[in-house]
Nanobody, 121 residues
Framework: QVQLVESGGGLVQAGGSLRLSCAAS????????MGWYRQAPGKQRELVAR???????NYADSVKGRFTISRDNAKNTVYLQMNSLKPEDTADYYC???????????????WGQGTQVTVSS
């Protein structure tokens, strides 16, 4: 079983910064892409950023230049550094990872429980 545990959310003023972390634990063969998604009240969940095991990244246009995703493969952990936060960044942020349980398995998608980010104006 794979678990994703997020941390680092909270309340911050506009223009401030937060760093989210998500650590994967359990028994598995490898982790492919890891990413962060967010869901604001009344809206659909959307991709924020993701990073492959090789380090390639992509970002939502709304966060480019402000957010940075990174990962530590040795720790099975992905980070999201969020700078210049805006009130519209307020949402629940979810970690996602594509995990191969065994070497011959296809990757399965796992989600964290979510962490709340609130940006006040």
């Amino acid at each position: 079983q794979v678990q994703l545990v997020e941390s680092g959310g909270g309340l911050v003023q506009a223009g401030g910064s937060l760093r989210l972390s998500c650590a994967a634990s359990g028994s598995f063969f490898s982790i492919n892409t890891m990413g962060w998604y967010r869901q604001a009240p009344g809206k659909q969940r959307e991709l924020v950023a993701r990073v492959t095991s090789g380090g390639s990244t992509n970002y939502a246009d709304s966060v480019k230049g402000r957010f940075t995703i990174s990962r530590d493969n040795a720790k099975n952990t992905v980070y999201l550094q969020m700078n210049s936060l805006k009130p519209e960044d307020t949402a629940d942020y979810y970690c996602n990872a594509d995990v191969r349980p065994r070497s011959w398995d296809v990757a399965l998608s796992y989600w964290g429980q979510g962490t709340q980010v609130t940006v006040s104006s």
